[in-house]
């Protein structure tokens, strides 16, 4: 699988991980469009396909929560990566069952949930 280059995730966090440790059970794709006021804000609301500047795709988890993983642009090449960010969300998702995480790391997940802004419910 190539390295892909994921957009919404921190630096040095790998979907693996994220995967991993929130438990995620599935993943959504969300056509979207920016709000935004200024320059670096980036709020960004659903919208009608035909509306949006992007799409945005996220981890379900166990908890509810949808975590964005990755933005493309609504383009073939954004097909592309859409595609190719779908797959790696399976694999990882179907890896995570085979070692889910401890208690601590569960409890971590939990509280980051409760007060990660980036976050969406």
Known sequence: MPDL???CLSEGETLDDVIRRNCAIGFDLRFC?????SEHDRDTETCDPTEADFARIYA????G???AIHDAYITSAGADEVAAVARALFVAIVNARRN???AAQRQEAEQAALID?????
């Open 5 to 7: 280059s994921l957009n």
């Open 33 to 37: 469009r920016s709000i935004a006021v």
């Open 60 to 63: 379900l988890t166990d908890l």
């Open 65 to 67: 929560e949808a975590i």
């Open 100 to 102: 889910p995480p401890d």
């Open 117 to 121: 802004p980036d976050r969406i419910e």
